[in-house]
């Protein structure tokens, strides 16, 4: 057994990426220190204010103060993991074993609804994997119990006799915890064929089609440190168009953040294209099924608080399929919610009660950050409505409103180098103002409704899951081609109703507030707005609720997905059938203008002019 580093990657664009995030890392510091003086200073100037206003505008006040935070803490928080985790943080080194005497590995493709099509391409990537053929099996985990999808893997065997493929289904359909107890089912059912389970597993989520060297370059994290009880790589996409409006922030978290943890072995499991040991798994009781979250970042929170490391590689080894349709993206984010949320009954499960304080604590810490912040948004919009009309940092004294004004374009200032620096580190896939995607609160509010429903009225009253490959199925199937008609199945059924009438409902506000400040004809109107809507940082949050609410007509304005033809995005073996993801399809879209310079820059340029041209208006 040979385990080798592997030149193979790029050195340019790698440096650049090396050199952006270590200056992420050192400049992280610098941007903590000129916030922490920033939101000091905001704490501070309402204290001042207390007994110059009434109680009202005091809640006014802190309310915003709160707002404010909430939409600046992601980026804080960034900051502080590049403070801490980056101490550790050295490029990682590529390895790959070389020759046959590499271990057995059983790769699970857990599936449930998913067209055949699909299945085929993610089956045959993964029985000519290079990797010696009696050295893996592959076994399609099927949870639909498809007499069309056993079918296909007879055919597939009969075609590629040296191929170890098996099909396998437990008979019957799961509507809650479908996957990771489909996995479970799979490590119990390969002790039953011929040579029992092999030591290592790995899984692929059956959209996403793996790279030849995903075995042989992935298996040496583990044999290097049996301490490493799983590694895996990012998750990474073949069908985002130029531009896609409805893309998530994925590439901040995958290409730099999770950079390093992996560096401190504490990454997250991405839930596919992971290798893991089985007897880690078994000695914990099996493959976690207890919360709705399933197999991604709790798995990673279990090995860990057990002492075992976690990696993921920066090579890129599985491209899949993002959910395009504003129906299925809403979706996704309704069953996200619903499965973070329910994450909490983890804490309460033998496999981590009787874990120190800490360890729980650190474990629960992710989940905080994605549930609580989520939660405080949803909280902020309508709270936004009711500032739009009224004073939301004190004026009680011109000097220090100037104060915090300059404070603010230092604050917001020291944001947008460090995320310039991370953008680099990304390779320009992220833009300076990333936003915190507020579009989806509504459908992630609707998946704390199905708690609700489930507390209230059992599981039978749940929502019936089905995998998102599923659920583009039965999209497409119900689309209307039509702009009319899309127009309505997102408005009516998708909801997108909610979003038009927030923006309707903060324009009229705006209005009225601006109309207000023009016909009071006080002393100053405009110093009044200064500390109102004019306020940087809150111009800046209504234009993201602005921008954000009308994301559904932004979508509708982008050509049709449903039209989009897979195939086209593949290169195909005219041999063996296996099909690999055109180039061009799976390098990630680089922000548009107007999530870079564009609004950036207007918003940028904003904080920095603001202390200046309504420094008359203050001072009158």
């Not at 939409?71 to 020759?99: C, D, F, H, S």
């Not at 949803?378 to 709270?383: E, H, N, Q, R």
Request: overall charge positive; proline content about 5%; aromatic content about 12%.
């Amino acid at each position: 057994m040979g385990v080798a580093n592997d030149k193979a990657r790029s050195a340019d664009p790698q440096q650049s990426r090396d050199e952006g995030l270590r200056k992420a890392i050192g400049f992280s510091k610098i941007m903590l220190l000129i916030n922490l003086i920033y939101f000091g200073w905001r704490a501070t100037h309402i204290a001042k204010s207390i007994f110059a206003v009434n109680a009202l505008q005091v809640a006014a006040f802190v309310a915003f103060l709160i707002i404010e935070w909430t939409y600046a803490v992601t980026g804080l928080l960034n900051a502080l993991l590049l403070t801490g985790l980056g101490k550790k943080w050295t490029p990682q080194k590529p390895m790959r074993i070389e020759g046959n005497d590499v271990p057995y590995i059983d790769i699970f493709l857990p599936c449930y609804g998913e067209s055949l099509d699909i299945i085929r391409d993610t089956v045959l990537a993964s029985i000519h994997q290079d990797y010696p053929a009696d050295k893996y099996r592959v076994v399609l985990l099927d949870d639909g119990n498809s007499a069309e999808a056993k079918h296909l893997i007879s055919k597939l065997r009969s075609e590629h006799p040296a191929a170890r493929l098996y099909y396998a289904a437990r008979g019957s359909e799961v509507k809650i915890h479908s996957k990771a107890a489909n996995i479970q089912y799979g490590l119990e059912h390969v002790r039953t064929l011929e040579g029992g389970a092999a030591p290592y597993f790995g899984l692929l989520d059956i959209d996403m089609i793996p790279t030849r060297q995903w075995l042989r370059n992935t298996i040496p994290f583990l044999l290097e440190d049996k301490q490493v009880a799983l590694a895996g790589s990012a998750q990474k996409f073949y069908n985002l168009p130029k531009g896609f409006t409805l893309a998530s922030r994925y590439h901040l978290e995958t290409d730099v953040m999770q950079r390093l943890f992996d560096a401190n072995k504490k990454a997250l499991c991405m839930g596919s294209g992971y290798l893991a040991r089985c007897d880690v798994f078994e000695s914990l009781g099996g493959f976690p099924t207890m919360v709705k979250q399933e197999d991604t970042f709790i798995v990673s929170i279990i090995l860990q608080a057990h002492g075992y490391k976690t990696r993921l590689l920066e090579e890129e080894h599985q491209h899949g399929l993002y959910a395009l349709t504003f129906t299925d993206v809403s979706k996704a984010h309704a069953k996200w919610m619903s499965g973070i949320i329910h994450a909490y009954s983890l804490f309460s499960h033998p496999i981590m009660s009787g874990k120190p304080l800490g360890t729980k604590i650190g474990g629960v810490f992710p989940i905080l950050h994605l549930t609580v912040l989520r939660l405080f948004m949803m909280l902020s919009l309508p709270t936004i409505l009711l500032l739009a009309r009224s004073q939301v940092v004190p004026n009680v004294g011109s000097n220090e409103l100037a104060l915090t004004m300059v404070l603010a374009a230092a604050a917001y200032s020291s944001s947008y180098v460090l995320s310039w620096y991370l953008s680099i580190a990304a390779n320009g896939t992220v833009s300076l103002d990333d936003g915190q995607r507020l579009w989806h609160l509504p459908y992630q509010f609707k998946g704390l409704w199905w708690l609700v429903q489930h507390s209230l009225f059992g599981e039978a009253h749940m929502p019936k899951f089905v995998t998102t490959g599923a659920d583009a199925l039965l999209t497409k199937k119900f689309a209307s081609s039509g702009a009319l008609g899309r127009f309505l199945h997102i408005v009516v059924k998708d909801g997108a109703w909610m979003h038009l009438t927030y923006f309707t409902l903060l324009v009229l506000s705006l209005w009225q507030t601006a109309q207000h400040g023009l016909v009071l004809r006080s002393t100053s109107p405009s110093a009044a707005l200064a500390a109102s809507v004019f306020y940087p940082p809150f111009t800046k949050i209504l234009a993201e609720c602005l921008y954000q609410a009308l994301i559904p007509i932004q979508y509708l304005m982008q050509p049709n997905p449903d039209l989009l033809v897979r195939e086209t995005l593949l290169n195909r073996d005219a041999k063996t059938g296996v099909a690999t993801p055109k180039k061009d399809a799976i390098t990630p879209p680089t922000p548009p203008f107007w999530g870079t310079l564009g609004y950036s820059g207007f918003m940028w340029a904003w904080f920095g002019a603001a202390p200046v041209l309504l420094a008359n208006a203050i001072y009158a």
